[in-house]
């Protein structure tokens, strides 16, 4: 299974984003496939908050029911992931520590807005 998408950063992207991963979903393991539907939605999310503008795109490979890899890509200038150091009651601000939590591995990638991680049951 293999899905590359492109669709325009805005409100409607973290929509779109979930609605192609769900498509995959009967390739998946209905519990991946849920989570991969909330790191997804969380990462392009952040694209539109931070990016602005351009195209998402939106990649993922899996070869197995509970395996996949994905990767969020925006226009943006990219970041240096940094721990989360706010109080935990504190609003907005997690979904990098969401994606820490949930994904096996994860990581962003240099020279761009490049967010990956990969779960393996």
Same mark, same amino acid.
């Given at each position: 299974?293999? @899905? &590359?998408?492109?669709? !325009? ?7 779109? *984003?979930r609605?192609?991963? /769900?498509?995959?979903?009967?390739? #998946?393991? !209905?519990? #991946?496939?849920? &989570?991969?539907? @909330? #790191? ?18 939106l990649?993922? @490979?899996?070869?197995? !029911?509970?395996?996949?890899?994905v ?10 992931a940094? !721990? /989360? &150091? ?9 979904? #990098?520590? @969401?994606? &820490?939590?949930?994904?096996d ?5 240099? *020279?761009?807005? /490049? ?7």
């Amino acid at each position: 299974m293999s @899905l &590359d998408i492109e669709f !325009p950063c805005d409100r409607r992207a973290p929509a779109r *984003a979930r609605d192609a991963v /769900r498509e995959l979903g009967g390739q #998946l393991d !209905p519990q #991946l496939a849920a &989570d991969v539907e @909330l #790191l997804v939605s969380e990462l392009v999310s952040n694209s539109v908050k931070y990016a602005g503008e351009g195209d998402v795109r939106l990649s993922a @490979l899996s070869d197995r !029911p509970r395996h996949v890899w994905v990767e969020v890509a925006d226009a943006g200038a990219g970041f240096v992931a940094v !721990p /989360r &150091d706010r109080s935990p009651t504190e609003v907005g601000g997690w979904g #990098l520590h @969401l994606v &820490d939590s949930v994904a096996d591995r994860w990581g962003v990638r240099e *020279a761009a807005s /490049r967010v990956w991680f990969e779960i393996d049951r």
